[in-house]
């Protein structure tokens, strides 16, 4: 069976390799390969940190998806796989107050957590933080490396696809517009009608010599970021969150807000070097959890991912390759139906 994945994001290039080495004949097709959100995030692999409130069938795909990336990640080689875990920080009355809202949430749903003091994980963070929770079981990646070797292990063109038996639509935050979009995917790439809109996010690369090694994620006077430490010296900060169309734009607001809070949070980040500040556009549906499933026998949607496309790439290329060998996925696709807001 001949199939074409429209989009090499991580989730196509994701699910061309898994059905590569399941025996299928696949080409994944986009004349800008890893170029788009998955280029731009920071790797957070945050089952319970990015739970939230009426997620429930989300949190079980992340779950599911969480525990397979140790052997995704090592059938990839070094892609800076780092399982050390996470740390949520707060400071004012307010920050802590969203901390217990949030520790409540992960007990009622039995997710791994603990209160603790952040500063006695990490002494580098501010003395100003009043207040902290671990969540041991939230990892990182890094979606570069991912991306880099995911394409040397699968076909990519620039040109669109011939005559297949399958296409596999993952073209992100671009799957809803019409022909010749915005990126110019080869054969156009648009399932239009589908509700994936772009949520435009600025992330900032900073380089030093980091001296915590959890993610740390910092809920500070209403505000929020995250720090995302490399083994490579590779401080990554995020992010914004704005509906601004298919803009790319990265405004001086976004990187001045970002750098307040990180350095309010670690203030040894005052000192790193700047590296680059880009903005990604998420794949955001209308209940924030992806599009993955049968279109019509021979087309396959898998996007809509919004914040979760680089912790759910495993679990997607297993049930996608699942669809594509007509077996039964291993997770229940039924609240992922592309269909299920028509
Ligand atoms: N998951 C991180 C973000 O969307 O910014």
Redesign the pocket.
């Known amino acids: 069976m001949r199939v074409a994945v429209q989009g090499a994001g991580i989730i196509g290039l994701s699910i061309a390799w898994r059905a590569l080495s399941a025996g299928l004949d696949v080409t994944v097709h986009d004349d800008n390969p890893a170029r788009g959100a998955s280029n731009v995030a920071?790797g957070?692999l945050a089952p319970v940190a990015?739970a939230y409130f009426g997620e429930a069938d989300l949190l079980r795909l992340s779950l599911a998806s969480a525990a397979r990336w140790p052997e995704f990640a090592a059938g990839l080689g070094e892609v800076g796989y780092r399982d050390d875990g996470t740390l949520l920080v707060g400071r004012t009355g307010d920050d802590l107050r969203e901390l217990a809202r949030l520790f409540q949430l992960y007990a009622d749903w039995r997710l791994p957590a603990e209160k603790v003091d952040p500063r006695a994980l990490e002494p580098a963070l501010t003395p100003r933080l009043r207040g902290g929770l671990l969540t041991p079981g939230d990892h990182q990646v890094d979606p570069r490396r991912v991306l880099a070797a995911l394409r040397e292990r699968v076909p990519v063109s620039a040109t669109p696809p011939g005559k297949v038996d399958v296409t596999v639509v993952a073209t992100g935050a671009w799957t809803g517009q019409p022909r010749g979009s915005a990126i110019g995917l080869p054969g156009g790439g648009a399932v239009v009608g589908l509700p994936v809109r772009p949520v435009h996010?600025e992330v900032l690369r900073l380089r030093g010599e980091p001296s915590i090694r959890h993610v740390v994620r910092g809920y500070i006077d209403g505000k929020y970021v995250y720090i995302v430490p490399r083994k490579d010296g590779e401080v990554v900060v995020?992010?914004t969150t704005a509906e601004r169309g298919f803009s790319t734009r990265v405004t001086a607001e976004g990187v001045r807000d970002l750098l307040d809070t990180a350095i309010e949070v670690l203030p040894e980040l005052a000192d790193y070097e700047l590296v680059e500040a880009r903005a990604g556009l998420?794949p955001g549906t209308p209940d924030n959890a992806p599009l993955i499933g049968r279109l019509d026998p021979r087309t396959i949607v898998s996007t809509g991912h919004y914040?979760?496309g680089v912790l759910l790439a495993p679990i997607t290329a297993e049930v996608v390759t699942s669809l594509l060998l007509d077996r039964e996925p291993s997770v229940d696709l039924a609240p992922f139906a592309p269909g299920r807001f028509s």
């Open positions: 920071a957070m990015e996010g995020g992010a998420r914040r979760h």
